[in-house]
């Protein structure tokens, strides 16, 4: 055997060398480390230092660049998008800023119309600084885009144009390109691979120093978005980039006043590698040196071990392992000298004497022992009964041919361990055979309760009887018997034990019980009654169980015995019919008879019973089970009855009642029929909730899917109830409060569903709910109202007298300019700026003018009610207030209007406040179905004829029009085809009750695709 290498002696002295180096090798790593530490403090300070250099230089750019886009933004050519005096000014700004990639102007609708550079008209609408500006109306920064013109990538900086009302009229916008930074980094004194890094809004990356191609226009790594995402808004990190190089990084973000999102963000990294370098050098030059010193000892250790100690225990381990091998003459050879290792020496060679001396005397004895054994294992080997033999350890000594064969277990692979109870058990325990070993047999009780027994023919034996699942397919059944084995002496030297198989004998005698007990235990406790009779007319009972005893009131089967069968029936004669039907058939099953008890009270029975005949052909006897069914008789009698009201209650009801049984109707009253308008209750079984109802309810849910909700919540909680919009077989709407039962029909669940209609009720909370809407915004347009009319009066004040103060300054200003013949404004010669002055004054109290008569209208708007007083009026003016009214909404959506109104039209006698409602409703909606680029409402007033004097007003558009389905339902309460949100499904509802309330009519003209007409006729 040899010695593991780190049990060596001389190993052993390696290690308590190598032990003593280690705190110097550890100060040697800790310093090491700890000026990795200060270096990397000091590259994340360096990094945020130059990135705080160039945070301060840009937001001095971007305020700058502010600060000229809101100068551009006033200038007059830029507000009257002047595009080649723009153009030239943005050229000439361009050349004296650099850092500028470009410089151009949009107009309100995102259209480029002057550009610093030359340019092909384009949009710029979608772009994010311009959505930006249309949102905000402030300063606002874009993304990263191709710049139109200089096909590269730049950043967009934008100011809105206002003009002097306040109106949006478009946006100015610098392109800025970030170069210069790029040149400006490579002028830091920072380690190689360092990185500078600009991003947008969307984490793109604007600019990258090194390898700009590589990463430039593409997104910046997930793990650099959430580092950079996270508060505080300026620090550092340590990551690894795009570029597969750990860099300590230091970051900012960069925010537009009043945004709480960044618009830009730059990053400044400084490669690890680079600035540990020196740190890294060091540490390993010096730990280095240390290992050089340390191996030059350990060689030193390693020489003087062999020398003074390892010779000398090499002898002793090699006289050793030579008495391992059996050698018993091994001796050390080595000098018994006083120190540790000549005692340990000595001792080895006396021990070895002694052994060789005692192996000699067990050779002798063993031979003996082995003759003894050879003739005990041909007498147990060869016998028929399996046999197992344990000594006084409880290890086995002999396992025989026939044990081999039952357990399956050969006798080499237990023979010398102590595992026999494996034969036979699924877990260790004592055997019968350990138990007369250990000598307490008191204790065979506690394992083989009731099943062991002393042997009647073999003294200090036992005998027991046991079932060992582990044999054979299903278990065996054994018969055990186990001796002690004494020596010539007397002694205890072990016990053996037999095994019989008793199986086949065991499993016939528990067949036989089993089957007795079981039919014993069936008929003395089966709840139904079992008898067997005489078969005469009368009849006798031959034997009884106790329960059919109980069935009839009698306290015993005795008792019961002693009573003639014919007794127990309602009339004797029905005894004779039972027996003669019996005789015939040779066997009833199931029949019902009324039966008489003890006490003279009746009872339902089912009785089932089979005839055994005799050689002549008569009833020899019979067999039969009778089963008190009299409450369940009972039961069908009270179902039966319930059922029948329930029906009355189902079909009269004034409600709707339906049943529906997997999700489709499978019965309903005669009032559902007449709420649906349906002609056959055929037409309405087997349909499910949704095929009578709208796409969607009124909530916005749709029908089908709400519907699956309802009926699984009714049939998980057993009740549910909603208000729900149903769709009549002619087209109607139909609001319902609906209560769905879950109840058990036919051994499964069904759904009794009620309906209430409330059609009429929701028609009313709806029309109170829109003259609560109407009321409230009468209210806020008047307030809105008075709070504009307050400033604007203010500007149609002043604007007279500022004219004045102009018409003193004019002319200083022209005597000024007689002098001067360059002087000029605003981009403007003095001449376009004096004409442009007066100008701009006249659009302001234009303007103003204009605000008053729109908050006039308002104000009369909001004081008209749907129904008023009629009087003798002008149908012109009545179209004309309407007009102005919706003429907002009307230029936003559509392309085209045209107004018509025939001259000379007779006045009217008409409600003009009525009837100025149903124009606004009719304007309204027709801005509201434009879907075409050339959309167009045309409003027509003229005579139907000279004859009648009908007046007649259409408004017609060419939008998105409907089918004549829609048709049908157009004035219905609440129906709309517009999204939810978007209308109410009541103005048409109103129009059409206001027209006829006028003793008017309404026709209406429609295809889909093609637009819609509607044309109002009021007779005078």
């Given at each position: 055997?040899?010695?593991?290498?780190?049990?060596?002696?001389?190993?052993?002295?390696?290690?308590?060398?190598?032990?003593?180096?280690?705190?110097?090798?550890?100060?040697?790593?800790?310093?090491?480390?700890?000026?990795?530490?200060?270096?990397?403090?000091?590259?994340?300070?360096?990094?945020?230092?130059?990135?705080?250099?160039?945070?301060?230089?840009?937001?001095?750019?971007?305020?700058?660049?502010?600060?000229?886009?809101?100068?551009?933004?006033?200038?007059?050519?830029?507000?009257?998008?002047?595009?080649?005096?723009?153009?030239?000014?943005?050229?000439?700004?361009?050349?004296?800023?650099?850092?500028?990639?470009?410089?151009?102007?949009?107009?309100?609708?995102?259209?480029?119309?002057?550009?610093?550079?030359?340019?092909?008209?384009?949009?710029?609408?979608?772009?994010?600084?311009?959505?930006?500006?249309?949102?905000?109306?402030?300063?606002?920064?874009?993304?990263?885009?191709?710049?139109?013109?200089?096909?590269?990538?730049?950043?967009?900086?934008?100011?809105?144009?206002?003009?002097?009302?306040?109106?949006?009229?478009?946006?100015?916008?610098?392109?800025?390109?970030?170069?210069?930074?790029?040149?400006?980094?490579?002028?830091?004194?920072?380690?190689?691979?360092?990185?500078?890094?600009?991003?947008?809004?969307?984490?793109?990356?604007?600019?990258?120093?090194?390898?700009?191609?590589?990463?430039?226009?593409?997104?910046?790594?997930?793990?650099?978005?959430?580092?950079?995402?996270?508060?505080?808004?300026?620090?550092?990190?340590?990551?690894?980039?795009?570029?597969?190089?750990?860099?300590?990084?230091?970051?900012?973000?960069?925010?537009?006043?009043?945004?709480?999102?960044?618009?830009?963000?730059?990053?400044?990294?400084?490669?690890?590698?680079?600035?540990?370098?020196?740190?890294?050098?060091?540490?390993?030059?010096?730990?280095?040196?240390?290992?050089?010193?340390?191996?030059?000892?350990?060689?030193?250790?390693?020489?003087?071990?062999?020398?003074?100690?390892?010779?000398?225990?090499?002898?002793?381990?090699?006289?050793t392992r030579r008495l391992g091998h059996g050698d018993l003459t091994a001796r050390t050879e080595l000098e018994h000298r006083e120190d540790e290792l000549g005692q340990l020496t000595k001792s080895f060679d006396e021990m070895a004497g002694e052994l060789e001396s005692k192996e000699h005397d067990?050779?002798?004895?063993?031979?003996?022992?082995?003759?003894?054994?050879?003739?005990?294992?041909?007498?147990?080997?060869?016998?028929?009964?399996?046999?197992?033999?344990?000594?006084?350890?409880?290890?086995?000594?002999?396992?025989?041919?026939?044990?081999?064969?039952?357990?399956?277990?050969?006798?080499?692979?237990?023979?010398?361990?102590?595992?026999?109870?494996?034969?036979?058990?699924?877990?260790?325990?004592?055997?019968?055979?350990?138990?007369?070993?250990?000598?307490?047999?008191?204790?065979?009780?506690?394992?083989?309760?009731?099943?062991?027994?002393?042997?009647?023919?073999?003294?200090?034996?036992?005998?027991?009887?046991?079932?060992?699942?582990?044999?054979?397919?299903?278990?065996?059944?054994?018969?055990?018997?186990?001796?002690?084995?004494?020596?010539?002496?007397?002694?205890?030297?072990?016990?053996?034990?037999?095994?019989?198989?008793?199986?086949?004998?065991?499993?016939?005698?528990?067949?036989?019980?089993?089957?007795?007990?079981?039919?014993?235990?069936?008929?003395?406790?089966?709840?139904?009654?079992?008898?067997?009779?005489?078969?005469?007319?009368?009849?006798?009972?031959?034997?009884?169980?106790?329960?059919?005893?109980?069935?009839?009131?009698?306290?015993?089967?005795?008792?019961?015995?002693?009573?003639?069968?014919?007794?127990?029936?309602?009339?004797?004669?029905?005894?004779?019919?039972?027996?003669?039907?019996?005789?015939?058939?040779?066997?009833?099953?199931?029949?019902?008879?009324?039966?008489?008890?003890?006490?003279?009270?009746?009872?339902?029975?089912?009785?089932?019973?089979?005839?055994?005949?005799?050689?002549?052909?008569?009833?020899?006897?019979?067999?039969?089970?009778?089963?008190?069914?009299?409450?369940?008789?009972?039961?069908?009698?009270?179902?039966?009855?319930?059922?029948?009201?329930?029906?009355?209650?189902?079909?009269?009801?004034?409600?709707?009642?339906?049943?529906?049984?997997?999700?489709?109707?499978?019965?309903?009253?005669?009032?559902?029929?007449?709420?649906?308008?349906?002609?056959?209750?055929?037409?309405?079984?087997?349909?499910?909730?949704?095929?009578?109802?709208?796409?969607?309810?009124?909530?916005?849910?749709?029908?089908?899917?709400?519907?699956?909700?309802?009926?699984?919540?009714?049939?998980?909680?057993?009740?549910?109830?909603?208000?729900?919009?149903?769709?009549?077989?002619?087209?109607r709407n139909l609001f319902v409060d609906v209560m769905l039962t879950a109840v058990p029909m036919k051994g499964r669940w069904i759904i009794y569903t009620a309906w209430r209609n409330i059609t009429d009720k929701k028609i009313i909370e709806q029309e109170l709910i829109h003259k609560e809407k109407?009321?409230?915004?009468?209210?806020?347009?008047?307030?809105?109202?008075?709070e504009i009319n307050n400033p604007n009066n203010f500007i149609v004040f002043n604007i007279p007298i500022l004219r004045e103060y102009f018409k003193e300054l004019i002319p200083i200003i022209d005597e000024y300019a007689a002098t001067h013949p360059q002087y000029a404004l605003f981009g403007m010669?003095?001449?376009?700026?004096?004409?442009?002055?007066?100008?701009?004054?006249?659009?302001?109290?234009?303007?103003?003018?204009?605000?008053?008569?729109?908050?006039?209208?308002?104000?009369?708007?909001?004081?008209?009610?749907?129904?008023?007083?009629?009087?003798?009026?002008?149908?012109?003016?009545?179209?004309?207030?309407?007009?102005?009214?919706?003429?907002?909404?009307?230029?936003?959506?559509?392309?085209?209007?045209?107004?018509?109104?025939?001259?000379?039209?007779?006045?009217?006698?008409?409600?003009?406040?009525?009837?100025?409602?149903?124009?606004?409703?009719?304007?309204?909606?027709?801005?509201?179905?434009?879907?075409?680029?050339?959309?167009?409402?045309?409003?027509?007033?003229?005579?139907?004829?000279?004859?009648?004097?009908?007046?007649?007003?259409?408004?017609?558009?060419?939008?998105?029009?409907?089918?004549?389905?829609?048709?049908?339902?157009?004035?219905?309460?609440?129906?709309?085809?517009?999204?939810?949100?978007?209308?109410?499904?009541?103005?048409?509802?109103?129009?059409?009750?206001?027209?006829?309330?006028?003793?008017?009519?309404?026709?209406?003209?429609?295809?889909?695709?093609?637009?819609?007409?509607?044309?109002?006729?009021?007779?005078?």
């Amino acid at each position: 055997m040899k010695y593991s290498f780190f049990r060596s002696i001389r190993t052993q002295l390696l290690i308590l060398v190598l032990l003593s180096v280690l705190p110097a090798l550890g100060i040697v790593i800790y310093s090491g480390f700890d000026r990795q530490r200060r270096d990397i403090e000091n590259a994340k300070g360096d990094a945020l230092r130059v990135l705080q250099s160039f945070a301060s230089d840009h937001e001095r750019t971007v305020e700058s660049t502010r600060q000229l886009l809101m100068t551009l933004a006033q200038l007059p050519d830029v507000q009257n998008q002047n595009a080649p005096a723009c153009s030239r000014l943005f050229a000439s700004l361009l050349k004296e800023n650099p850092f500028f990639a470009n410089i151009s102007a949009a107009t309100s609708e995102g259209m480029v119309f002057a550009n610093a550079l030359p340019f092909t008209p384009h949009r710029v609408k979608e772009r994010k600084y311009f959505q930006d500006i249309l949102r905000t109306r402030d300063f606002s920064v874009g993304e990263y885009v191709i710049e139109a013109t200089l096909k590269m990538p730049v950043i967009h900086l934008a100011y809105p144009i206002r003009d002097a009302g306040g109106r949006f009229r478009g946006a100015v916008a610098v392109a800025f390109g970030l170069d210069r930074y790029g040149q400006m980094f490579t002028r830091t004194k920072l380690p190689e691979e360092s990185v500078l890094g600009i991003y947008d809004h969307k984490h793109i990356r604007l600019l990258r120093s090194h390898e700009a191609e590589k990463y430039v226009g593409k997104a910046d790594g997930p793990e650099m978005v959430r580092y950079m995402s996270a508060p505080p808004e300026e620090g550092s990190f340590t990551a690894v980039g795009n570029d597969r190089v750990k860099r300590f990084m230091a970051y900012r973000r960069f925010y537009l006043k009043g945004s709480t999102s960044p618009y830009l963000s730059m990053r400044v990294g400084i490669a690890e590698k680079q600035a540990l370098a020196r740190a890294r050098d060091t540490l390993f030059n010096n730990v280095a040196l240390l290992c050089a010193v340390l191996i030059i000892v350990m060689a030193l250790a390693w020489f003087l071990g062999n020398i003074i100690i390892a010779g000398r225990l090499k002898k002793l381990v090699d006289a050793t392992r030579r008495l391992g091998h059996g050698d018993l003459t091994a001796r050390t050879e080595l000098e018994h000298r006083e120190d540790e290792l000549g005692q340990l020496t000595k001792s080895f060679d006396e021990m070895a004497g002694e052994l060789e001396s005692k192996e000699h005397d067990r050779v002798l004895a063993e031979k003996a022992m082995q003759e003894s054994e050879k003739r005990l294992h041909s007498i147990i080997q060869g016998s028929p009964i399996s046999i197992f033999v344990i000594n006084r350890g409880h290890k086995i000594v002999y396992w025989n041919k026939a044990l081999e064969e039952l357990s399956g277990i050969k006798a080499q692979e237990v023979v010398g361990t102590k595992r026999h109870w494996r034969a036979f058990y699924s877990e260790e325990r004592p055997c019968l055979a350990d138990l007369l070993v250990d000598q307490i047999p008191d204790s065979i009780p506690q394992w083989y309760e009731g099943r062991c027994r002393k042997s009647k023919l073999i003294d200090e034996a036992y005998e027991l009887t046991d079932f060992s699942p582990l044999l054979g397919d299903s278990g065996k059944w054994l018969r055990f018997t186990a001796a002690i084995i004494r020596n010539p002496q007397g002694d205890l030297v072990g016990a053996i034990e037999t095994i019989e198989d008793i199986t086949e004998r065991k499993l016939a005698q528990m067949a036989i019980q089993e089957s007795e007990n079981k039919y014993r235990t069936l008929v003395e406790n089966l709840n139904m009654g079992i008898y067997r009779s005489t078969g005469d007319s009368h009849g006798r009972f031959i034997q009884a169980n106790p329960a059919i005893a109980k069935m009839f009131g009698h306290e015993s089967v005795d008792d019961f015995m002693e009573v003639s069968v014919s007794d127990l029936y309602q009339n004797p004669e029905e005894r004779k019919l039972f027996v003669e039907e019996l005789t015939r058939s040779g066997s009833l099953t199931g029949k019902e008879l009324r039966l008489r008890k003890k006490d003279g009270q009746l009872m339902w029975a089912s009785v089932t019973a089979r005839a055994h005949f005799d050689e002549t052909g008569s009833i020899d006897w019979t067999d039969g089970v009778i089963e008190d069914i009299t409450e369940r008789k009972q039961s069908e009698e009270a179902l039966r009855e319930k059922e029948n009201l329930f029906r009355l209650l189902f079909e009269k009801s004034g409600d709707g009642n339906l049943l529906i049984d997997n999700g489709v109707f499978i019965d309903c009253n005669e009032a559902t029929l007449m709420m649906l308008g349906c002609p056959a209750k055929e037409l309405l079984l087997n349909r499910k909730i949704s095929d009578i109802s709208p796409e969607k309810q009124p909530d916005g849910a749709l029908s089908f899917e709400k519907e699956l909700v309802l009926l699984a919540r009714a049939l998980k909680e057993g009740h549910a109830r909603v208000e729900w919009q149903h769709q009549t077989f002619d087209g109607r709407n139909l609001f319902v409060d609906v209560m769905l039962t879950a109840v058990p029909m036919k051994g499964r669940w069904i759904i009794y569903t009620a309906w209430r209609n409330i059609t009429d009720k929701k028609i009313i909370e709806q029309e109170l709910i829109h003259k609560e809407k109407l009321s409230s915004l009468g209210m806020l347009v008047s307030g809105i109202s008075h709070e504009i009319n307050n400033p604007n009066n203010f500007i149609v004040f002043n604007i007279p007298i500022l004219r004045e103060y102009f018409k003193e300054l004019i002319p200083i200003i022209d005597e000024y300019a007689a002098t001067h013949p360059q002087y000029a404004l605003f981009g403007m010669t003095y001449d376009e700026f004096r004409e442009d002055i007066f100008k701009l004054m006249d659009n302001l109290e234009h303007g103003a003018e204009r605000i008053n008569a729109t908050v006039s209208n308002l104000q009369e708007f909001s004081r008209k009610k749907i129904k008023g007083t009629r009087k003798q009026m002008r149908i012109q003016d009545i179209l004309d207030k309407a007009v102005t009214i919706c003429r907002s909404q009307i230029n936003k959506s559509a392309k085209s209007f045209e107004v018509y109104a025939e001259e000379g039209l007779p006045e009217l006698v008409s409600d003009p406040e009525s009837l100025e409602q149903v124009l606004i409703n009719l304007l309204i909606n027709a801005t509201q179905a434009m879907c075409k680029k050339d959309s167009l409402i045309k409003v027509r007033l003229f005579r139907r004829d000279p004859q009648s004097g009908d007046i007649v007003i259409e408004v017609m558009d060419n939008g998105i029009g409907f089918d004549e389905q829609t048709k049908a339902r157009l004035f219905e309460p609440f129906f709309t085809t517009k999204p939810i949100g978007m209308g109410t499904g009541i103005g048409l509802y109103i129009v059409k009750k206001i027209i006829d309330d006028l003793g008017g009519r309404i026709e209406v003209k429609s295809r889909p695709g093609e637009g819609s007409t509607f044309r109002v006729i009021l007779s005078n």
